[in-house]
């Protein structure tokens, strides 16, 4: 009986999905891939729509929250994890060789997203308000608080104090101390420069208390000078906000500057 030849198409096929099935689990597993919307766009396109649609603005120092639904953060993550990894594969890193960056794509996305810059994806924290029942009118100073913020220029860390003035008016309302801190902390943990990052800060303690005055410094290491460009690791920047009061009296200014320099 005459052998019936078989084509060497489908010879081809079989042979090569018998290679596949005996390659080494690592060599076949498909990486994960972030999450998408239904209709296949990435994550991070549908949030940027939402933004644009309210013509709201999205710089690195702006927050975002209201528009990132429910469970969405996770699903960011994964995205930068993809990206990051596609940053670290064109830096000639050997992620699957290296113990070290195995995972680190993974890594550096959770720690923009929910920590570093988490200022721009969680809600402002809430801000428990007391009346001024004593009438408080005195100068009270908050600090030094410390602060951990990224150069918006090259994503460098920013390390440093912040001090708070304030002279509240007997109709001001009256906040706890802690909740300067987490304001503050909420403000910075986003891509910032200092000089911006102050005013913002001045700016939203004046709304939420209406004090008669408001002062803010701030002294900071920028790593964007010191690990890198110049290399100066001595050199810090230190500026000042003053707000009502402070910037029309120039002694209740100075005896809030004279009160920093002996902590």
């Not at 699957?96 to 890594?107: I, L, M, P, W, Y």
């Not at 924290?125 to 608080?145: A, D």
């Not at 939420?208 to 001595?234: E, N, T």
Request: proline share 5%.
């Amino acid at each position: 009986m005459p052998t019936k030849k078989i084509p060497m198409k489908t010879v081809s096929k079989v042979l090569a999905k018998k290679a596949t099935s005996t390659l080494p689990t690592k060599q076949v597993a498909k990486k994960a891939t972030p999450q998408k919307s239904d209709s296949g766009t990435p994550l991070s396109v549908v949030i940027r729509r939402r933004i644009e649609a309210q013509k709201a603005r999205f710089h690195a120092n702006d927050n975002i929250s209201k528009f990132i639904k429910p469970g969405e953060l996770e699903g960011l993550v994964d995205e930068v994890a993809e990206k990051m990894q596609a940053v670290l594969e064109s830096l000639v890193i050997d992620t699957e060789s290296d113990h070290n960056t195995k995972n680190t794509s993974q890594r550096v996305a959770k720690m923009f997203v929910k920590e570093v810059f988490n200022g721009r994806y969680v809600e402002q924290p809430t801000l428990t308000k007391f009346p001024n029942v004593s009438r408080l009118n005195e100068l009270m100073i908050i600090g030094p608080i410390t602060v951990r913020s990224a150069c918006s220029h090259h994503l460098c860390p920013i390390m440093g104090r912040i001090w708070i003035g304030v002279l509240p008016s007997k109709e001001s309302a009256l906040i706890g101390l802690s909740k300067y801190s987490r304001l503050t902390e909420w403000v910075m943990c986003r891509p910032q420069i200092q000089e911006e990052a102050v005013v913002e800060l001045a700016d939203m303690l004046e709304k939420k208390i209406k004090p008669i005055g408001v002062a803010i410094v701030m002294d900071a290491d920028h790593f964007c000078m010191q690990w890198r460009g110049v290399k100066d690791r001595d050199s810090k920047m230190v500026n000042s906000v003053m707000r009502g009061a402070f910037l029309k009296d120039s002694n209740l200014r100075r005896e809030f500057l004279s009160l920093l320099e002996k902590r």
